[in-house]
């Protein structure tokens, strides 16, 4: 069985020191939904939110999110992202706004982390914009779907949910 990484010898917490290794290029898929209302999911549609643009601010506010990571979470190493890209999937029929985030570094440790976060806060902006309007938003299913690069190489989730 692995060992927890970021757990010294006696317990204590640690940064995993990574100056050993190589630098390679490194890809994240993660994945997010927000549940609402079909109202709600009409005014992000037509763009009739009185804020604005919901989709571009949450865009925009996981980007930051991504960049931001080392600062929330606090053994993560800061790293000069390549790219974040964020994309979101209206469906009506399930009443939700499905969000996808990719980032991609060139470096010595993996990018699982701003690609979880950017849709985490992806997620949380679309929260705060529509709230007014539909406190029920339920925010799910922030999961890592695929990444690549680094020693223990490329990893994909089954799409039944089991890891592979």
């Given at each position: ?19 050993d ?29 009185k ?57 010595k ?7 979880l ?41 089954d ?6």
């Amino acid at each position: 069985m692995s060992k927890l990484t970021h757990i010294d010898e006696s317990g204590a917490a640690r940064m995993v020191d990574v100056g050993d290794k190589q630098d390679t290029e490194r890809i994240a898929v993660a994945s997010a939904t927000v549940r609402m209302q079909a109202q709600t999911l009409s005014l992000l549609a037509e763009g009739g939110h009185k804020k604005g643009d919901v989709l571009a601010v949450a865009r925009i506010a996981g980007i930051q999110g991504a960049k931001k990571c080392a600062d929330l979470i606090p053994l993560c190493h800061p790293l000069m992202l390549n790219s974040v890209e964020l994309d979101f999937e209206l469906d009506r029929a399930q009443s939700c706004v499905r969000i996808e985030g990719r980032c991609k570094v060139s470096g010595k440790t993996g990018v699982e982390m701003e690609a979880l976060t950017a849709v985490s806060v992806a997620a949380l902006t679309i929260y705060d914009m529509c709230k007014a309007v539909d406190r029920g938003m339920e925010i799910s299913g922030i999961t890592l779907l695929h990444k690549e690069g680094g020693k223990s190489g490329t990893w994909t989730r089954d799409p039944q949910g089991d890891a592979s």
